[in-house]
T-cell receptor, first 118, second 110 residues
Framework: GAGVSQSPSNKVTEKGKDVELRCDPI?????LYWYRQSLGQGLEFLIYFQGNSAPDKSGLPSDRFSAERTGGSVSTLTIQRTQQEDSAVYLC????????????????FGDGTRLSIL | QKEVEQNSGPLSVPEGAIASLNCTYSDRGSQSFFWYRQYSGKSPELIMS????GDKEDGRFTAQLNKASQYVSLLIRDSQPSDSATYLC??????????FGPGTRLSVLP
């Protein structure tokens, strides 16, 4: 079946502009995650959704970053007034949301959006 | 603060050897453990998951879990140059969030 889909695959924009990144999870996956990965670095957690709510948004680096999810499916990550340090690959992942002893579902990643701020 | 630690490497092994990748975690309540492989410029892909103490084998890969010592490892037998990548350890508790380690870069030398 279809995997996690992210768009655009590449985005180049000028400093100060707003950008929207989109993630379409695997059908039926209720948990959705956003990460950021700078060149040569590990995954930096940003936010995760369970359905349309975000129980953990502790990783958002500043109030310029926001994310929403509607209909328990597609999510958008918005970065306002972009800065050069926002340049990175933004990865989205989704998983089935088991709880308690069933919380053993792995994440599946999209191909990411490579964001470059000029 | 839940932490997952890995040696950053690079870990270099000759072709055909066994590569051993290690991961330790701080949260004793962790329930599920995953190994992801990430090739340069690509997104992480799941290669193994393990939930119970002991070994789990899948082809050339063996995951080992020891909850008492809070470590999980990944062995790659008969290493191939195509195994050269960064390996990420991920840990999950009863909740939905994952904690990823920084990754270990593996280089398999022909």
């Amino acid at each position: 079946g279809a995997g996690v889909s992210q768009s655009p695959s590449n985005k180049v924009t000028e400093k100060g502009k707003d950008v929207e990144l989109r993630c379409d999870p695997i059908s039926g996956h209720t948990a959705l995650y956003w990460y950021r990965q700078s060149l040569g670095q590990g995954l930096e957690f940003l936010i995760y959704f369970q359905g349309n709510s975000a129980p953990d948004k502790s990783g958002l680096p500043s109030d310029r970053f926001s994310a929403e999810r509607t209909g328990g499916s597609v999510s958008t990550l918005t970065i306002q007034r972009t800065q050069q340090e926002d340049s990175a690959v933004y990865l989205c992942a989704s998983s089935l949301a088991g709880t308690g002893i069933f919380s053993n579902q792995p994440q599946h990643f999209g191909d990411g959006t490579r964001l470059s701020i000029l | 603060q839940k932490e997952v630690e890995q040696n950053s490497g690079p870990l270099s092994v000759p072709e055909g050897a066994i590569a051993s990748l290690n991961c330790t975690y701080s949260d004793r309540g962790s329930q599920s453990f995953f190994w992801y492989r990430q090739y340069s410029g690509k997104s992480p892909e799941l290669i193994m998951s393990i939930y119970s103490n002991g070994d789990k084998e899948d082809g050339r890969f063996t995951a080992q879990l020891n909850k008492a010592s809070q470590y999980v490892s990944l062995l790659i037998r008969d290493s191939q140059p195509s195994d050269s990548a960064t390996y990420l350890c991920a840990v999950k508790g009863y909740g939905q969030n994952f904690v990823f380690g920084p990754g270990t870069r593996l280089s398999v030398l022909p």
